[in-house]
């Protein structure tokens, strides 16, 4: 998006002095689409709440920020990916596969510190599977990571012997803990470190050469290509880094559960998918921003929230998701058209 | 070009600052909670798709209006996971209850670990639970309202032995991994099947139906491919895998050429019994299960004393006694008159 949008933003502001309101209104939506999401949601659900205090109390928005942290960690790798123009359906297996690598390591007897690496690393391979398959074999992502949703899977049972494979207490089971121990944190320790690494990503995806690079191989392939970029190392890279956050999503689902679980996650890609779309990313690639997805991610928790809080029917919340999906691709769309009139 | 970044950043600080005043404000202007003194409690099943979910819905409101005739306002809310058999899906429920500050919580947990730590919290969060359906691993809760699911698993044994005369082979298609009550099911057929009919062959007993019938249906094609022609009896443990495997025997025309003995009654598998395809059915009681689970929060809640674990009944069901009062009284709760 950077190199394209910052041309686009200087093109913007002088079509800021003469174009007039409403196409204004429309670029301005789509940098601020997702926050205006997150306004939306928060407004609704705290008119229409009985109780509104209880939805906005620190107590509600902690529960919600715990149940975001799988989502949203997995939505920084997811990021990486459909910006360099890739996508992964593996990261539900993934995230399950990790889970029963960390369990059976803390199971084992292994330090707490090694187990939680242990599931790191095993996402990162992964994930440079699913990127030698996609490079190596030429094998499209949509394939080669579908591959690799239904492997994972499978071998997450075999390692678990097909059934959860309970942990012995450590702080990894603090990690994602809704409430911590210690009060001062206010928010889980996995809270903290997915805002961290969000931050951390964000800034290489935006100021290092590495990431001017996915950004360039987004949006043309072939231009990358031409420009001496090496294509194939750095789309492997990229689905490889993101393998480390499926890894450690993994482990905040076993934090979470308190067990490794083979069966767990089945569908959450497409909630991760779904988070980064929200939060401005196009699926064609070389657009998408960390904050953005996270903002995603934390619109479809507040959503369930809510549409627990008011007693609605799941299928409800599954209808609106839905929806506000398809109208962040819309919302996206009415921008690209609004670029391609301005060049 | 760096004017331009911090510009679009700026953009987005003003609009999440915009974005916490509006909470601010709103949290301001919040109206403050319930005047009058009543119970809310929720109900959590596994899922809400299967009639025996329906049953224990049923039952819970019935609880409800029978506590609000007798002036204790009772409000059940009913809130199941988003993917039926998903245990993060449940806890977030779980968790959301508590954020709501409710008075109870009445629990089918998915697993009897996983489900363990949010249960705690609740407790933490002052908020007592009844466990249903499921055994939980946790002595933080008020009482284990449930079958007596090792007898029901007995009770089909002793069927499907005596039906076989104490001879042939066997099939047992499992549940899923970690569902605590299948499981004793599964174990009480096995033990009463070792222990009664030794002659009898238990050929296979490490499948599993998954959560629905779908799949269920699929695990049992699988193994009536390879074991079809060998086997005389299968036992399964609850509703989606009899349905299952029922589908499956009425797809290769094997249904009544082998003793079937189910788990859980539905029109579908009555009819099956009806016509002689099913040949017994363990039934529980999950209209009690829903009422019971309800009354005992209650009664806990108003300080009355409760039972750590209440039994609320298992049935073998068969041709001979399917029309007594009964068996009728359990195969068709009274769910019309409650669920709307």
């Known amino acids: ?343 | 070009m760096m004017g331009s970044v911090s510009e679009q950043m700026r953009r987005r600080l003003w609009s999440f600052i915009g974005c916490l005043v509006l909470a601010l404000v709103a949290f301001g202007c919040g109206r403050s909670g319930r005047a009058t003194k009543s119970y809310r409690v929720a109900v959590i099943p596994k899922g809400t798709s299967h009639e025996f979910w329906k049953s224990i819905h049923a039952g819970a409101l019935k609880a409800a209006r029978e506590l609000s005739g007798e002036g204790v306002q009772v409000t059940v809310d009913w809130k199941g996971p988003l993917r039926e058999d998903d245990r993060e899906q449940q806890i977030q429920v779980v968790e959301n209850f508590i954020s709501q500050g409710v008075d109870g919580i009445v629990l089918a947990p998915l697993d009897d670990r996983a489900l363990v730590r949010p249960v705690e919290e609740a407790r933490r969060a002052g908020i007592p639970t009844v466990i249903i359906d499921s055994a939980l691993a946790s002595e933080a809760i008020v009482s284990f309202v449930a079958t007596d699911n090792f007898k029901g698993g007995e009770l089909a044994a002793e069927r499907l032995g005596s039906l076989l005369q104490g001879k042939g082979k066997v099939l047992l298609l499992r549940y899923q991994e970690g569902s605590a009550s299948t499981h004793e099911r599964e174990e009480g057929f096995i033990k009463r099947l070792k222990e009664r009919y030794p002659a009898i062959e238990l050929i296979s007993s490490d499948q599993y139906a998954g959560p629905t019938r779908d799949t269920a249906k699929r695990a049992a094609e699988n193994l009536l491919n390879r074991y079809g022609e060998q086997i005389q009896g299968i036992f399964c443990p609850n509703e989606s895998s009899t349905a299952g495997m029922l589908l499956a025997l009425q797809d290769i025309g094997k249904a009544g050429h082998v003793f079937f003995v189910g788990f859980d009654a539905t029109e579908s598998l009555i009819e099956a019994l009806r016509n002689k395809q099913l040949h017994g059915l363990v039934v529980q009681n999950p209209f009690n299960m829903g009422y019971l689970g309800v009354r005992t929060m209650v009664r806990y809640l108003r300080g009355e004393p409760v039972e750590k674990r209440i039994d609320t009944g298992v049935m073998l069901i068969t041709l001979e006694n399917l029309s007594t009062a009964e068996a009728q009284a359990l195969l068709h709760p009274p769910l019309d008159e409650y669920l709307r």
């Open chain 1, 1 to 343: 998006m950077e190199e394209r949008d910052e041309i686009s933003v200087v093109a913007s502001e002088e079509a800021l002095t003469r174009v007039s309101g409403p196409s204004w209104v429309r670029l301005w939506l789509g940098r601020v689409g997702p926050f205006l999401g997150l306004i939306f949601v928060l407004l609704v659900f705290t008119l229409l709440s009985a109780d509104p205090a209880q939805y906005l109390s620190p107590r509600n928005l902690r529960i919600v920020a715990a149940q975001t942290v799988i989502i949203a960690v997995g939505a920084i790798g997811m990021t990486l990916i459909i910006v360099s123009g890739g996508i992964d359906l593996s990261v539900g297996s993934a995230i399950a596969l990790t889970g029963v690598v960390t369990a059976l390591g803390l199971r084992a007897g292994w330090a707490p510190s090694v187990a939680v690496l242990a599931g790191v690393l095993a996402g990162g391979l992964i994930g440079v599977i699913n990127g030698l398959v996609i490079t190596r074999l030429r094998v499209i992502p949509f394939i080669a990571t579908l591959g690799m949703l239904g492997a994972a899977r499978g071998i997450a049972k075999w390692l678990a012997a097909q059934q959860t494979v309970n942990v012995p207490e450590t702080w990894v089971n603090e990690l994602a803990v809704t409430f911590p121990a210690r009060r001062w944190m206010f928010f889980a320790p996995g809270v903290w470190l997915a805002l961290a690494l969000a931050a951390i990503v964000a800034a290489i995806l935006r100021n290092s050469v590495w990431g001017r690079r996915v950004f360039a191989l987004g949006s043309n392939e072939a231009a990358a290509r031409a420009c001496g970029i090496d294509v194939e190392n750095l789309k492997t890279s990229v689905y490889g880094l993101a393998g480390l956050f499926f890894g450690l999503a993994g482990v905040m689902q076993m934090s979470r559960l308190r067990q490794g679980d083979p069966t767990v996650a089945v569908g959450t890609e497409l909630d991760v998918i779904a988070a980064v779309v929200i939060g401005g990313a196009s699926l064609s690639g070389g657009e998408g921003s960390i904050l953005g997805s996270m903002v995603g991610a934390l619109i479809m928790a507040l959503l369930r929230n809510g549409c627990q809080q008011m007693g609605w029917p799941n299928y409800v919340q599954e209808i609106i998701i839905g929806a506000i999906i398809v109208l962040a691709a819309v919302v996206d769309r009415l921008r690209h058209v609004r670029r391609l009139a301005e060049t």
